[in-house]
């Protein structure tokens, strides 16, 4: 059964890091497109940033441009999410997840309904 694992959340003060991994097991998913997404308390998940298969193209929303970096080891089958200068609005569980939906990765990248496979989540609290 395949399965992702999120880990690296926790607590920091604003201004702060950390580093979220996405373990797969059970597959490889080496050949498949990959995305972070989060959901705060009340609001619906939302797209964070996304990765190619070979990691050659990626996507972030605006929001966490330049303060975020999404990459990928495919050798090790795990994904990662550098968050830098973290902000109070941060504060979410992150998820990562594959996309499993033939095609169209380019359009559809932040539509949560394209992406299969989702790990359990970890918190991420950023105070003030």
């Known amino acids: 059964q395949a399965q992702l694992v999120e880990s690296g959340g926790g607590l920091v003060q604003a201004g702060g890091s950390l580093r979220l991994s996405c373990a797969a097991s059970?597959?490889?998913?080496?050949?498949?497109?990959m995305g972070w997404f989060r959901q705060a308390p009340g609001k619906e998940r939302e797209f964070v940033a996304a990765?190619?298969?070979?990691?050659?193209?990626?996507f972030y929303t605006d929001s966490v441009k330049g303060r975020f970096t999404i990459s990928r080891d495919n050798a090790k089958n795990t994904m990662y999410l550098q968050m830098n200068s973290l902000k109070p609005e941060d504060t979410a569980v992150y998820y990562c997840?594959?996309?499993?939906?033939?095609?169209?990765?380019?359009?559809?990248?932040?539509?949560?309904?394209?992406?299969?496979?989702w790990g359990q989540g970890t918190q991420v609290t950023v105070s003030s």
């Open positions: 997840a594959v996309y499993t939906t033939i095609n169209n990765w380019y359009r559809d990248h932040t539509v949560p309904a394209k992406y299969g496979v």
């Open positions: 059970g597959r490889t998913f080496s050949s498949y497109a």
């Open positions: 990765i190619s298969f070979n990691g050659n193209t990626i």
